[in-house]
């Protein structure tokens, strides 16, 4: 477990992996399994990086002009355009699973960037830690809380103010003891 911050200790585990080797106690990651992961990763950002180079695009740009250019030498056959679309089918389909898994690693480098600062900030509350992990109704919910700190903000012409999860609880807080005050005084 790797821990950073003041106060603020964040696990570098995987929830999830967690609750599986709690269930599973002494079961081990397969070696095998891993070599071949480490590998795919590997190969995946490679190809995801040179994929998105210009000198690839310039040669897929080529391949479709030298295409072009034969239609007339084949006759514009069912074969020569059979070729294209099953070149580009088969290229099309294996990198939607490359390009995924390259954009899956990096969100997840991402989301742990964000919760490293969200820990490391005094004022920012870490219940938004590990956010990616709720439910869309419970994502829903908190987007409708942040538009009404946004709607606040903006009521406050004030571009500096900020606004926390545990500053609005602490006014909801406030605001429940103020009305059982005033119930209290009107029932006297």
Sequence with gaps: M????????????????????????????????????????????????????????????????????????????????LVINTGTTIITFLMVFIIQQSQNRDTSAIQLKLNELIACNEKASNRLIDIEDLTEKEIDTLKKFYVKLSEKAESDNDLFSSHSLDEADDNHQQKIKLVKSRRQKTSK
């Design 2 to 81: 790797a821990c950073w911050g003041q106060g603020h200790l964040i696990c570098m585990h995987n929830r999830k992996s967690m609750k599986r080797n709690e269930q599973n106690p002494g079961t081990q990651a397969n070696p095998s399994k891993t070599k071949v992961q480490s590998l795919y990763t590997r190969i995946s950002s490679v190809v995801t990086k040179k994929a998105g180079s210009p000198v690839v695009t310039i040669i897929a740009f080529l391949i479709i002009v030298a295409w072009a250019l034969t239609g007339p030498i084949f006759k514009f056959s069912d074969t020569w355009q």
